[in-house]
Structure formats: C-alpha cells, structure tokens
C-alpha cells in the first residue's frame, strides 16, 4: 500500500517544525498540518534565549543543562541573523542564595557544554559605572555570564521554510480532526479551517507535536494507549518602557526560588518574565493573570531602582507549556526535558508523541525523534542539521555588522535602523524583497515605521502569513510601535492581496 507521505506532523510549533525540516533533509517525504499560525502559541511566548538554564542545576538536571549549553554556540553559528549573544549580570542578593554557590553555579555553566566563542563568567562591582545604571545602589556585587538571544518565532518560521524548500509540504490554518490507522498507514483527514474542505491522507509515520494539545490530541487519535500525562505549565512575561540604557540583561533571584529576567528588547523597551502557573484554562484563550503582572512587577522592582507597575506594561504575553507529569509538587520544579514515546511499529503504524522541550534543545530533539522513527522511514542520509544554516543565514557568526553595513551600501536609502531590522529578521535574504529597489517609495504603500508593501508581500508568499497579527507580533514585532489604525490598515491590505490572489488562482 502506498502512502501520501512518509511522516505526517501535527503542529506548527518549534518542535513540529524542526523534525519536519531534519526529516525533509534525510529525504523523507513529509507534511506537516498547523491549526492556527505557525509559532501561534507556546514557541512564540518563550522568554527568547537560547540557555543552558541555569536555575535547573538546583534541581540536578545536569544532562537537560549540558545538552541546552552544547547546544548554544551549534545554533548561534546555524542562525546567526536570528541570534546573537548576549552577557546577563545576576546580582548577589546577599539574603537569598550565598555568593560561593553562585560561583560554584556559574563554574559548571561555563564548563559543562563546550564553551568556545562565548564569554566565560567574571565578577563584577555593581555600585559603580555603567552596570550600576537601573539597579538599586544596595546591589554591590554580581555575576556576569553568558547565554544567546533568540526570536522565537522566527526560529519555527525559517525552520518551516526550509523543510518547504526541501519538498515538506506546510499546511497552516489545517486542523488535524481524525486519524485512524488502516493496515500499514495512517489515514487522517484535514480540515482547512478557512474553507472548511476536509481531505484525507495516508502516511507511513504520525507526529504528534501539538505542544498544549498533545494529550487532546492524543485522545483524538484512534487506536493509541499511550498512559503519558501532561503537565500544564503558564509562563507569562510583559513588556515596560526601557530601564536601563546598557547591553546587559539582568537576571533576578527571588525569595520563592524562582529567577526572572529583565532583558533589552525592541531597542526601546524591557523584557521581564517568566512565571510558572500551573493551567487548567481554555487552551485558546492564554492570558496573563493579574496575580502574574503584580508579581513580575514586584520581582523586578526589588532589584530596580525605578518600580515596575502594572499601568507602565504596554504589551504582554503568554504561552503553556506542555511538561511531562513527573510528580513533581511545584510547577518551577517540573521538568523541562522532552519526553519521547513511540507507540505502534511492527504489525501498526507508528506514532511518535513529543512532550515537553525546549527552544534551546528543539534540534536535539529533532534528531533523537528521528532516531527512534528510523526503521520506519527511507532516509537517505544521517545527522545533517548541526551545520546547516537556517535561510538567511548564510554569513559568520561575527558578520553581522558587516552584513547591515553592506545592506546600507547596496541601498542607499536605508538607514542604519531599517537595514539592521531586515538583516536581524531575514539576514542574506532581505535582499531578495528589496530586489531592485532603489528608494523607499519602490517598495510600495508605506504601513507605518518602516514596515512596506514589498516585505508584506514577501511574508505572504514565502512565509505564511495571513493577517495583520502574523505580521506584527510573530514575523515582526512591530507590533509594538504601530498603532491600531495602521495595524488595520495592514489587515485590510493583506485581505485584499489574498482575495485578489484566490480569485486569480481560480
């Protein structure tokens, strides 16, 4: 019997998209089905670093903290558009946890993962010059290391664009509502959610990667026993005018054991978050609590010489994440390792559940679920992700600022904010929307900042983008400085593209 595709995954999330790419690269065909946007809930919500995580050392996850540190210099040099690095300042609080296990902390940070172009930690004074600015002056001594930043949602994005590139078929606004197994295949049937048509497919291998939904998800698919539970985990973070004028990201202990960081972001503003809330809510309708804003706001303004409130918040955001139920009694205890169960094979078709994971640990997660589906599928190669650059990124680690500079050479009309925004969102492959633009007014109707026709239309076309939303919160984040009327503005726009565009095609 033969079948559509060899592996079919359900979920447009870091996870779901990074096997779909990994799997794609082996030569394996594969579709992938997104009910919503790609990156539309937990893998856009992530506080945006790619990090060992050095609170899980406290909970003796040397493994999970090894594997997210090998893995951080292996992305930065994949990505080096969408990532870079960033050196975080954790403050001595001289009541909380003692300055030698901090260094004790630190020392396996800087050594456990194969550190070779990131910085090492050092020491250093708090109450005089440039990283005494924002903190309270009771603040002597701190703790400098290093960890990288990331934009998640780009990440799952170009992940998703290079599996296409490849030969994956990306199916977004397609909700998975039935999968059954027939002999040797899966049969599941789809719903585009727009149009309502429902198709059927078969499929050698089934995914499961729909993060919150995983046991939903689970349950809607005939046939499986699997007994995994899943621990549902709310992280919310906000978004407050900027607090301090400095590079550095701080990184705040808490008398509750938990850590928050304060980290630059959008030039303009500062990033504080995360919370752990265990979530029994509407997975659709994910929002930060009051009890959330009113305990990140007190959490930074601890260690902040200028008070976090509620009213200075312009945006926040939330995501679940799906752990896997370990036991344990708090939520900031669970892990954050990724569980892998495999169910079937032999006599029925497999199907591959993921739980759990992390941004950091996406691309290892890749490999082993790939590892675990080998016998079923026709790989033509092994391991490859490791060196491959993601699109766009296609230049060295260190030649970032030569690639805005050159952007800014070949056109002229862009200035030093506008070209860095492109090469940070996009890197080698702005140049293919600019095409051969040369002035502002080339690349079409003006939707504020310095957001234009030719990028919408890029992100339409080659990233999926169907709404206002997609645009400006998870392929951009200007969002944040477009008001409503030109967020409106936008959608219309994009409304009328795809109209234009479906009528054409028809």
């Not at 992530?46 to 992305?75: D, M, N, P, W």
């Not at 030109?486 to 009328?496: N, T």
């Amino acid at each position: 019997m033969t079948a559509d595709y060899d592996l079919l995954i359900i979920g447009g999330g870091i996870n779901g998209t990074g096997i779909a790419r990994d799997a794609v690269g082996r030569g394996a065909s594969v579709m992938l089905v997104e009910m919503g946007d790609l990156a539309g809930a937990t893998s856009s919500a992530s506080t945006k670093l790619i990090h060992g995580g050095l609170r899980y050392l406290e909970y003796y996850e040397f493994g999970l903290v090894r594997k997210a540190l090998k893995e951080r210099e292996v992305l930065w040099r994949a990505l080096p558009h969408i990532a870079r690095p960033l050196r975080f300042i954790l403050p001595h609080h001289k009541d909380l946890r003692p300055a030698w296990l901090l260094r004790l902390g630190l020392f396996l940070y800087d050594h456990l993962g194969g550190r070779e172009l990131l910085p090492a930690t050092r020491t250093v004074r708090l109450d005089t010059g440039v990283f005494a600015r924002g903190l309270k002056p009771l603040f002597k001594k701190g703790f400098e290391y290093s960890d990288c930043w990331v934009d998640d949602a780009r990440l799952v994005v170009l992940n998703a664009l290079d599996a296409a590139d490849r030969g994956a078929k990306v199916l977004t606004r397609t909700r998975c509502i039935a999968a059954r197994r027939e002999g040797e295949l899966w049969k599941v049937v789809l719903k585009d959610i727009a149009s309502g048509e429902e198709t059927t497919v078969s499929a050698k291998v089934l995914v499961n990667a729909a993060g919150p939904w995983v046991a939903d998800m689970l349950q809607g698919i005939a046939g499986t026993r699997s007994q995994a539970k899943v621990r549902l985990v709310k992280g919310s973070h906000i978004i407050v005018p900027k607090r301090f004028d400095h590079d550095r990201c701080f990184i705040f202990q808490n008398g509750d054991g938990r850590i928050v960081f304060a980290i630059p972001y959008e030039q303009d503003f500062t990033l504080i978050g995360t919370t752990d809330v265990d979530y029994h809510g509407d997975l659709g309708t994910v929002r930060i609590s009051t009890e959330e804003t009113d305990y990140l706001c007190k959490a930074a303004s601890e260690y902040l010489d200028t008070p976090v409130t509620p009213e200075d918040v312009v945006h926040s955001y939330s995501g679940v994440r799906p752990l896997y139920d370990d036991g344990a009694k708090d939520a900031k205890a669970a892990t954050r390792d990724y569980v892998l169960e495999l169910e079937g094979g032999e006599a029925e078709p497999p199907v591959l559940s993921v739980f759990g994971g992390k941004i950091t640990t996406y691309r290892k997660l890749a490999e082993e679920a790939l590892e675990k589906l080998e016998t079923y599928l026709p790989f033509k190669r092994g391991v490859w992700t490791a060196y491959a650059p993601l699109p766009g990124g296609n230049f060295k680690v260190d030649a970032f600022d030569a690639e805005v500079a050159r952007l800014e050479k070949d056109f002229p009309f862009l200035d030093v904010a506008f070209a860095t925004r492109l090469i940070r969102l996009y890197g080698t492959d702005a140049r293919l929307f600019l095409g051969e633009a040369n002035s502002l007014q080339a690349l079409g109707r003006h939707f504020g900042s310095n957001l234009y026709e030719a990028e919408v239309t890029w992100l339409i076309e080659r990233e999926w983008a169907r709404n206002a939303d997609d645009v400006l919160w998870r392929r951009t984040k200007l969002g944040l400085v477009l008001d409503a009327e030109d967020a409106g503005e936008l959608d219309s726009f994009m409304s009328d593209y795809l109209a234009k565009r479906a009528g054409a095609a028809a």
